[in-house]
Protein backbone atom coordinates (compact mmCIF):
# COMPACT_ATOMS: atom_id res chain seq x y z
CA UNK A 1 0.00 0.00 0.00
CA UNK A 2 1.29 3.18 -0.89
CA UNK A 3 1.95 6.19 1.51
CA UNK A 4 -1.12 8.08 -0.40
CA UNK A 5 -3.44 4.61 -0.31
CA UNK A 6 -2.80 4.69 3.79
CA UNK A 7 -3.53 8.29 4.31
CA UNK A 8 -7.38 7.52 2.78
CA UNK A 9 -7.92 4.97 5.49
CA UNK A 10 -8.77 4.44 8.97
CA UNK A 11 -6.35 1.65 9.30
CA UNK A 12 -3.64 4.37 8.88
CA UNK A 13 -0.92 4.47 11.55
CA UNK A 14 0.80 7.71 11.96
CA UNK A 15 3.43 8.21 14.75
CA UNK A 16 1.26 10.05 16.97
CA UNK A 17 -1.62 12.52 16.52
CA UNK A 18 -1.28 15.48 15.17
CA UNK A 19 -1.53 19.36 16.11
CA UNK A 20 -5.08 19.01 14.96
CA UNK A 21 -6.67 16.18 16.48
CA UNK A 22 -4.84 17.53 19.77
CA UNK A 23 -5.95 21.04 19.51
CA UNK A 24 -9.66 18.95 19.02
CA UNK A 25 -9.37 16.47 21.83
CA UNK A 26 -8.91 19.14 24.72
CA UNK A 27 -10.92 21.93 23.14
CA UNK A 28 -14.14 19.49 22.94
CA UNK A 29 -12.63 17.96 26.13
CA UNK A 30 -13.43 21.58 28.09
CA UNK A 31 -16.74 22.40 26.36
CA UNK A 32 -18.26 19.31 27.10
CA UNK A 33 -17.15 19.38 30.50
CA UNK A 34 -18.77 23.08 30.87
CA UNK A 35 -21.67 21.40 29.50
CA UNK A 36 -22.01 18.52 31.84
CA UNK A 37 -21.52 21.22 35.04
CA UNK A 38 -23.75 24.15 33.85
CA UNK A 39 -26.53 22.06 31.48
CA UNK A 40 -28.94 22.32 34.69
CA UNK A 41 -29.38 26.15 33.53
CA UNK A 42 -30.83 25.05 30.01
CA UNK A 43 -33.85 22.85 32.06
CA UNK A 44 -34.21 25.79 34.21
CA UNK A 45 -34.70 27.98 31.29
CA UNK A 46 -37.12 25.42 29.48
CA UNK A 47 -39.00 24.66 32.50
CA UNK A 48 -39.26 28.66 33.13
CA UNK A 49 -40.42 28.83 29.31
CA UNK A 50 -43.04 26.35 30.41
CA UNK A 51 -44.45 26.97 33.07
CA UNK A 52 -44.54 31.19 32.22
CA UNK A 53 -41.80 31.90 35.74
CA UNK A 54 -39.09 34.10 36.02
CA UNK A 55 -35.85 32.45 34.64
CA UNK A 56 -32.68 34.28 36.91
CA UNK A 57 -30.16 36.02 34.68
CA UNK A 58 -27.44 33.72 35.45
CA UNK A 59 -29.06 30.65 34.81
CA UNK A 60 -30.08 32.82 31.00
CA UNK A 61 -26.92 33.46 30.62
CA UNK A 62 -25.69 30.01 31.36
CA UNK A 63 -28.18 28.37 28.47
CA UNK A 64 -27.18 30.64 26.07
CA UNK A 65 -23.70 29.39 26.34
CA UNK A 66 -25.00 26.14 26.42
CA UNK A 67 -27.30 26.19 23.41
CA UNK A 68 -23.95 27.70 21.89
CA UNK A 69 -21.04 25.45 23.35
CA UNK A 70 -23.31 22.23 22.45
CA UNK A 71 -23.19 23.41 18.27
CA UNK A 72 -19.95 23.94 18.54
CA UNK A 73 -18.85 20.36 20.15
CA UNK A 74 -21.30 19.38 16.93
CA UNK A 75 -19.38 21.24 14.30
CA UNK A 76 -15.76 20.42 15.75
CA UNK A 77 -16.75 16.90 16.56
CA UNK A 78 -17.75 16.49 12.47
CA UNK A 79 -14.26 17.83 11.82
CA UNK A 80 -12.52 15.62 14.25
CA UNK A 81 -14.12 12.75 12.63
CA UNK A 82 -13.43 13.64 9.13
CA UNK A 83 -9.34 14.07 10.66
CA UNK A 84 -9.83 10.84 12.72
CA UNK A 85 -11.05 8.89 9.38
CA UNK A 86 -8.77 10.04 7.07
CA UNK A 87 -5.27 10.44 8.86
CA UNK A 88 -6.10 7.70 11.16
CA UNK A 89 -4.39 7.10 15.06
CA UNK A 90 -0.72 5.71 16.22
CA UNK A 91 -1.01 2.10 16.90
CA UNK A 92 -1.30 -0.04 20.46
CA UNK A 93 1.58 0.09 22.59
CA UNK A 94 3.10 -3.38 21.42
CA UNK A 95 3.08 -4.66 24.41
CA UNK A 96 -0.14 -3.92 25.22
CA UNK A 97 -2.92 -6.64 25.54
CA UNK A 98 -5.52 -7.50 22.56
CA UNK A 99 -8.63 -7.50 25.10
CA UNK A 100 -6.89 -3.62 26.66
CA UNK A 101 -6.92 -2.10 23.14
CA UNK A 102 -10.29 -3.59 22.62
CA UNK A 103 -11.17 -1.77 25.83
CA UNK A 104 -9.83 1.72 24.79
CA UNK A 105 -11.23 0.86 21.07
CA UNK A 106 -14.93 0.77 22.89
CA UNK A 107 -14.46 3.48 24.90
CA UNK A 108 -13.26 5.97 22.09
CA UNK A 109 -16.45 4.50 19.69
CA UNK A 110 -18.88 5.49 22.14
CA UNK A 111 -17.62 8.67 22.84
CA UNK A 112 -17.69 9.42 19.16
CA UNK A 113 -21.66 7.93 19.55
CA UNK A 114 -22.05 10.33 22.55
CA UNK A 115 -20.34 13.42 20.85
CA UNK A 116 -22.79 13.23 18.00
CA UNK A 117 -25.90 11.91 19.82
CA UNK A 118 -26.03 14.09 23.07
CA UNK A 119 -26.05 17.53 20.78
CA UNK A 120 -28.37 15.67 18.46
CA UNK A 121 -30.98 15.17 21.10
CA UNK A 122 -30.71 18.43 22.89
CA UNK A 123 -31.54 20.53 20.06
CA UNK A 124 -34.17 18.02 19.08
CA UNK A 125 -35.69 18.72 22.77
CA UNK A 126 -34.98 22.16 21.79
CA UNK A 127 -36.86 22.65 18.82
CA UNK A 128 -39.37 19.39 18.96
CA UNK A 129 -41.87 18.25 21.68
CA UNK A 130 -41.25 14.74 22.38
CA UNK A 131 -38.58 12.29 24.29
CA UNK A 132 -35.77 13.80 23.50
CA UNK A 133 -34.99 16.34 25.96
CA UNK A 134 -35.49 13.48 28.70
CA UNK A 135 -33.09 11.34 26.73
CA UNK A 136 -30.59 14.08 26.43
CA UNK A 137 -30.46 14.46 30.58
CA UNK A 138 -29.78 10.52 30.65
CA UNK A 139 -26.90 11.05 28.57
CA UNK A 140 -25.07 12.69 31.76
CA UNK A 141 -24.25 9.91 34.28
CA UNK A 142 -22.88 8.14 31.26
CA UNK A 143 -20.82 11.15 29.87
CA UNK A 144 -19.41 11.53 33.64
CA UNK A 145 -19.00 7.69 34.11
CA UNK A 146 -16.93 7.22 30.56
CA UNK A 147 -15.00 10.58 31.28
CA UNK A 148 -13.74 8.91 34.81
CA UNK A 149 -13.07 5.76 33.87
CA UNK A 150 -11.03 6.97 30.46
CA UNK A 151 -9.17 9.79 32.45
CA UNK A 152 -8.23 7.45 35.13
CA UNK A 153 -6.95 4.50 32.19
CA UNK A 154 -5.00 7.47 30.79
CA UNK A 155 -3.20 8.32 33.85
CA UNK A 156 -3.02 4.62 34.50
CA UNK A 157 -1.29 4.19 31.39
CA UNK A 158 1.01 7.37 31.49
CA UNK A 159 2.24 7.08 35.48
CA UNK A 160 1.94 3.40 36.23
CA UNK A 161 3.04 1.73 32.90
CA UNK A 162 4.63 4.89 31.62
CA UNK A 163 4.41 3.98 28.31
CA UNK A 164 3.87 7.74 26.88
CA UNK A 165 0.04 7.50 26.54
CA UNK A 166 -0.60 10.83 27.90
CA UNK A 167 1.99 12.60 25.88
CA UNK A 168 1.18 11.39 22.96
CA UNK A 169 -1.81 13.33 23.59
CA UNK A 170 -0.42 16.78 24.59
CA UNK A 171 2.89 16.24 22.09
CA UNK A 172 1.94 16.48 18.43
CA UNK A 173 3.90 14.56 15.64
CA UNK A 174 3.65 15.68 12.27
C1 LIG B 1 -22.16 17.58 24.05
C2 LIG B 1 -23.04 18.57 24.16
C3 LIG B 1 -24.03 18.68 25.28
C4 LIG B 1 -23.97 18.19 26.57
C5 LIG B 1 -22.86 17.37 27.24
C6 LIG B 1 -25.20 18.59 27.22
C7 LIG B 1 -25.52 18.30 28.55
C8 LIG B 1 -26.69 18.67 29.19
C9 LIG B 1 -26.99 18.47 30.58
C10 LIG B 1 -26.03 17.82 31.59
C11 LIG B 1 -28.24 18.94 30.81
C12 LIG B 1 -28.97 18.97 32.17
C13 LIG B 1 -29.77 17.73 32.38
C14 LIG B 1 -30.42 17.76 33.73
O1 LIG B 1 -31.21 18.69 34.02
O2 LIG B 1 -30.11 16.86 34.55
C15 LIG B 1 -28.76 19.45 29.56
C16 LIG B 1 -30.03 19.97 29.37
C17 LIG B 1 -30.50 20.46 28.16
N1 LIG B 1 -29.74 20.67 27.02
FE1 LIG B 1 -27.86 20.01 26.68
N2 LIG B 1 -25.97 19.30 26.33
C18 LIG B 1 -25.28 19.39 25.13
C19 LIG B 1 -25.70 20.02 23.98
C20 LIG B 1 -26.93 20.64 23.81
C21 LIG B 1 -27.38 21.29 22.59
C22 LIG B 1 -26.61 21.46 21.26
C23 LIG B 1 -28.63 21.72 22.81
C24 LIG B 1 -29.48 22.45 21.78
C25 LIG B 1 -30.16 23.47 22.01
C26 LIG B 1 -28.99 21.35 24.17
C27 LIG B 1 -30.23 21.56 24.77
C28 LIG B 1 -30.59 21.18 26.03
C29 LIG B 1 -31.94 21.28 26.56
C30 LIG B 1 -33.18 21.75 25.80
C31 LIG B 1 -31.88 20.83 27.89
C32 LIG B 1 -33.06 20.71 28.86
C33 LIG B 1 -33.55 19.28 28.77
C34 LIG B 1 -34.87 19.07 29.51
O3 LIG B 1 -34.85 19.04 30.73
O4 LIG B 1 -35.90 18.94 28.81
N3 LIG B 1 -27.92 20.70 24.75
N4 LIG B 1 -27.80 19.30 28.59
C1 LIG C 1 -15.00 15.18 27.91
C2 LIG C 1 -13.80 14.72 28.02
C3 LIG C 1 -13.10 13.83 27.02
C4 LIG C 1 -13.51 13.29 25.82
C5 LIG C 1 -14.88 13.46 25.15
C6 LIG C 1 -12.40 12.52 25.29
C7 LIG C 1 -12.44 11.80 24.09
C8 LIG C 1 -11.40 11.06 23.57
C9 LIG C 1 -11.45 10.29 22.35
C10 LIG C 1 -12.69 10.12 21.46
C11 LIG C 1 -10.22 9.74 22.15
C12 LIG C 1 -9.78 8.84 20.99
C13 LIG C 1 -9.04 9.64 19.97
C14 LIG C 1 -8.96 8.89 18.65
O1 LIG C 1 -8.19 7.95 18.54
O2 LIG C 1 -9.68 9.27 17.72
C15 LIG C 1 -9.37 10.18 23.24
C16 LIG C 1 -8.04 9.87 23.40
C17 LIG C 1 -7.29 10.20 24.51
N1 LIG C 1 -7.71 10.93 25.62
FE1 LIG C 1 -9.52 11.75 25.89
N2 LIG C 1 -11.34 12.59 26.17
C18 LIG C 1 -11.74 13.39 27.24
C19 LIG C 1 -10.98 13.71 28.35
C20 LIG C 1 -9.70 13.29 28.59
C21 LIG C 1 -8.92 13.54 29.80
C22 LIG C 1 -9.44 14.34 31.02
C23 LIG C 1 -7.71 12.95 29.63
C24 LIG C 1 -6.52 12.89 30.56
C25 LIG C 1 -6.58 12.74 31.86
C26 LIG C 1 -7.70 12.33 28.31
C27 LIG C 1 -6.65 11.67 27.74
C28 LIG C 1 -6.64 11.04 26.51
C29 LIG C 1 -5.49 10.36 25.94
C30 LIG C 1 -4.13 10.23 26.59
C31 LIG C 1 -5.89 9.83 24.70
C32 LIG C 1 -5.01 9.02 23.69
C33 LIG C 1 -5.23 7.55 23.91
C34 LIG C 1 -4.38 6.74 22.93
O3 LIG C 1 -3.49 7.28 22.32
O4 LIG C 1 -4.66 5.54 22.80
N3 LIG C 1 -8.93 12.55 27.71
N4 LIG C 1 -10.12 10.97 24.11
Redesign the pocket.
Known sequence: MTTLDATFTSDAKPAG?SLL?ISL??I??AL??FQ?FFGESMTHAVDAVAEGTVLAASDAWLAWFHYWFGIAILALVAL?LAV?LTRG??P?HSEQPYWTDMM?RL??GL??V??VAVPVTGLLGYYVEGPFGDIHAWAKPV?IG??AV??AA??Y??FMKKDG??I???RPTA
Open positions: YQHWIAVILRRKPAAAHFYLLFLIHAALHQTLRML
